[in-house]
């Protein structure tokens, strides 16, 4: 990849594909699985906004 190519992580496809590789624990109640998925969906959802805006930042500074 070179250096002018900026990637850009789409958040709420990104934090699907996350919450796709998060089975539920055998015994776990269904509430607590539910609020472990709903904190991992939010938790990557904010790291591909925070990546995206790193990204963006290198991406301005390579080209200046």
């Not at 539910?34 to 925070?50: F, M, S």
């Amino acid at each position: 990849m070179a250096k002018s190519d900026k990637i850009k992580l789409d958040p709420a496809k990104f934090a699907a594909a996350v919450l796709g590789g998060n089975a539920q624990h055998p015994g776990e109640e269904n509430k607590l699985y539910i609020k472990r998925q709903l904190t991992l969906y939010l938790e990557a959802t904010l790291l591909a906004q925070d990546f995206n805006r790193l990204e963006e930042s290198q991406f301005d500074m390579a080209k200046a």
